[in-house]
C-alpha cells in the first residue's frame, strides 16, 4: 500500500517559475526520499531528508520536512523544461523494512 | 558502473504463458527490490530482498508470481501463467544497506500480455 500522497496530482507552469510539489505520510518515518521519473524511465532518487532534520538543499532542489504534520515539500527553482517529469516521495516508516512510494506529481516545464 | 541491468527491455506475450523477468543489481548492494507500475495503481512494491533472503513479499499479487535471488548478482521474477491483467512496466531497483535507503532503479521491462 502507498504511504505517500502527492500533491497535486499535475502542476504546468512556464520555465523560470518555481515548482512546489507536497507529500503528506501517515505513520513515522526514518527518512523520505523524493525521486524524479522521466517518461518511460526509472526512477532517479533527488534527495534523502531524515527525520530529524527539517530543511535540505541540492542545487535548485529545496526539500522541508515537517513531521509534525507529517508532511514534506520539494521546490524547484528556476524551473527548465527539462525538468519534465513525474516527481514521486518515498517513505521509510519506522515499522517497515522497506520505502513506499506516492501516485507522484506530474510536472511540465513550458519553455 | 553499469547501474542497474533488466532484461528484457519489452516482452510481448498470449495469455497464458510464462513470463521471466532478470534483473542484475549494482555490484555490492545487499538489498534488491521488484515494484511493478500502472497507470491505475501507480509503483507498486512487489517483493523486497536483502542479502538474498526475501523480507517482504506481502505486495506480490498471487500465486502466479514469484521471486527468486538465487545469488547477490540475480534475481527473477516470474508470471506464470500470465494474464492481460499483468501488463505493467517492472522495474528493478537494489540499494545498500536496509530498505530505507537510497535506491537505484533499472530501466525496467515493459510487459504487454495479449
Known amino acids: 500500500s502507498q504511504q505517500g500522497e502527492e500533491d497535486p496530482q499535475a502542476l504546468s507552469i512556464q520555465e523560470g517559475e518555481n515548482a512546489t510539489m507536497n507529500c503528506s505520510y501517515k505513520t513515522s518515518i526514518n527518512n523520505l526520499q523524493w525521486y524524479r521519473q522521466n517518461s518511460g524511465r526509472g526512477l532517479v532518487h533527488l534527495i534523502l531528508?531524515?527525520?530529524?532534520?527539517r530543511e535540505k538543499h541540492s542545487g535548485r532542489l529545496r526539500v522541508t520536512l515537517d513531521t509534525s504534520k507529517k508532511s514534506s515539500s520539494l521546490l524547484i527553482t528556476a524551473s527548465r523544461a527539462a525538468d519534465t517529469a513525474s516527481y514521486f516521495c518515498a517513505t521509510d516508516a519506522v515499522d517497515n523494512n522497506d520505502m513506499r512510494f506516492g501516485a507522484g506529481t506530474r510536472l511540465t516545464v513550458k519553455p | 558502473d553499469a547501474g542497474v541491468i533488466q532484461s528484457p527491455r519489452h516482452e510481448v506475450t498470449e495469455m497464458g504463458q510464462e513470463v521471466t523477468l532478470r534483473c542484475k543489481p549494482i555490484s555490492g548492494h545487499n538489498s534488491l527490490f521488484w515494484y511493478r507500475q500502472t497507470m491505475m495503481r501507480g509503483l507498486e512494491l512487489l517483493i523486497y530482498f536483502n542479502n538474498n533472503v526475501p523480507i517482504d513479499d506481502s505486495g506480490m499479487p498471487e500465486d502466479r508470481f514469484s521471486a527468486k535471488m538465487p545469488n547477490a548478482s540475480f534475481s527473477t521474477l516470474k508470471i506464470q501463467p500470465s494474464e492481460p491483467r499483468d501488463s505493467a512496466v517492472y522495474f528493478c531497483?537494489?540499494?545498500f544497506g536496509s530498505g530505507g535507503e537510497t535506491q537505484y532503479f533499472g530501466p525496467g521491462t515493459r510487459l504487454l500480455v495479449l
Open positions: 531528508i531524515r527525520s530529524n532534520e
Open positions: 531497483a537494489s540499494s
